[in-house]
C-alpha cells in the first residue's frame, strides 16, 4: 500500500508542476493584451484598415488563452486517476487478518469430574508400553461391544505407580450403564476428580518424554506439587489412529 502511495504522489507531482507552470504562462499572457490595446489608439489617426488589422490580432492572444485553459483541464486527470486507484488496497487489507491457530493449552488450571467408568488393571514395562495399552482398550472394547454399549466418553489411562523399568495402570472408558458379567481383572468405578492442570501431546507415544519432561519443568518453575498420579485422555481413537498422529491430554492432579 506504501509503495502504491508512493506511486500516487510521485504522479502527482508532474501535474502540479505542469499546472504550476501553465498558470505562470497565463500571468504572461494577459502583459500583450494591453501592447495590442494600444495598437488601436493611433488607428483613429489612420484609416479604419489598421484597426481592423488590431483585430486579428486580439484574436490570436484569445485563441492562446483558452488553449492554456483546455491544458489544466487535462492535468487534473492523472490525479482522478491516482485517487480511484488507491481503493483497490482495502481488499489486500481485508484479506490480511487471517485465522490464527492457537496454542494448545499447556499447565491450564482444570476441575475434573468423576465419570463412571468400566475399568481394567494391568503392568507394563516401557519397552512395550503402547502396545500393553492398546491391548488393555482392545478388551474393554470388545466387553462392550459384546453387551452393545456405547462408550460415553474418551479412553482414558490412569497410571497409578512408575518406576524405571515400568508401570501400573488402569485402562478406563466412560459408560453410562454397568456392564455385566466382568472378568476378574475388569470393575466398574469413577474417573479421577478434582483440580488438576492440563497438557496437551500429540504424536507418538513414545515422543511422550518430551512432553512430561516440559510438565516437570513447569511444575519446577510454577513451584507445585503433583500427586502420584496423572491422567491420560486419548482425544484420538489410538485403536483407529497412526501412533505418530495421536492426540493427548495429559492431565497432572494437585495436591
Known amino acids: 500500500m506504501f509503495r502504491f502511495?508512493?506511486?500516487?504522489?510521485?504522479?502527482?507531482?508532474?501535474?502540479?508542476?505542469?499546472?504550476?507552470?501553465?498558470?505562470?504562462?497565463?500571468?504572461?499572457?494577459?502583459?500583450?493584451?494591453?501592447?495590442?490595446?494600444?495598437s488601436p489608439s493611433p488607428a483613429p489617426s489612420a484609416s479604419p484598415s489598421p484597426a481592423a488589422s488590431a483585430a486579428p490580432v486580439a484574436t490570436p492572444a484569445a485563441s492562446a488563452s483558452p488553449s492554456?485553459?483546455?491544458?489544466?483541464?487535462?492535468?487534473?486527470?492523472?490525479?482522478?486517476?491516482?485517487?480511484?486507484?488507491?481503493?483497490?488496497?482495502?481488499?489486500?487489507a481485508a484479506a490480511?487478518?487471517?485465522?490464527?491457530?492457537?496454542?494448545?493449552?499447556?499447565?491450564?488450571?482444570?476441575?475434573?469430574?468423576?465419570?463412571?467408568?468400566?475399568?481394567?488393571k494391568g503392568t507394563a514395562n516401557w519397552d512395550s508400553a503402547f502396545d500393553t495399552l492398546i491391548d488393555a482398550f482392545k478388551a474393554l472394547n470388545t466387553l462392550l461391544d459384546k453387551q452393545g454399549i456405547k462408550p460415553a466418553g474418551n479412553s482414558m489411562i490412569v497410571y497409578t505407580s512408575t518406576d524405571d523399568t515400568g508401570f501400573t495402570f488402569l485402562a478406563e472408558i466412560p459408560v453410562e450403564q454397568d456392564p455385566k458379567n466382568l472378568p476378574k481383572d475388569m470393575s466398574v468405578g469413577k474417573s479421577p476428580e478434582g483440580k488438576a492442570l492440563k497438557f496437551v501431546h500429540r504424536g507418538s507415544y513414545d515422543n511422550m518424554d518430551n512432553t512430561y519432561e516440559a510438565i516437570t519443568n513447569h511444575l519446577?518453575?510454577?513451584?507445585?506439587?503433583?500427586?502420584?498420579?496423572?491422567?491420560?485422555?486419548?482425544?484420538t481413537d489410538p485403536l483407529k489412529t497412526a501412533e505418530d498422529k495421536l492426540v493427548i491430554n495429559v492431565f497432572v492432579p494437585l495436591k
Open 5 to 38: 502511495r508512493r506511486l500516487a504522489l510521485a504522479a502527482l507531482i508532474p501535474a502540479a508542476a505542469l499546472s504550476f507552470g501553465l498558470s505562470a504562462t497565463l500571468a504572461q499572457t494577459p502583459s500583450p493584451a494591453p501592447a495590442a490595446s494600444a
Open 68 to 92: 492554456p485553459a483546455t491544458s489544466p483541464v487535462t492535468s487534473p486527470s492523472p490525479a482522478a486517476s491516482a485517487s480511484p486507484s488507491p481503493a483497490t488496497p482495502p481488499p489486500a
Open 96 to 120: 490480511t487478518p487471517a485465522p490464527v491457530q492457537t496454542a494448545d493449552p499447556f499447565g491450564q488450571e482444570t476441575t475434573l469430574e468423576p465419570k463412571k467408568v468400566v475399568m481394567v
Open 220 to 235: 519446577d518453575d510454577k513451584k507445585l506439587e503433583a500427586k502420584d498420579t496423572f491422567i491420560e485422555e486419548y482425544l
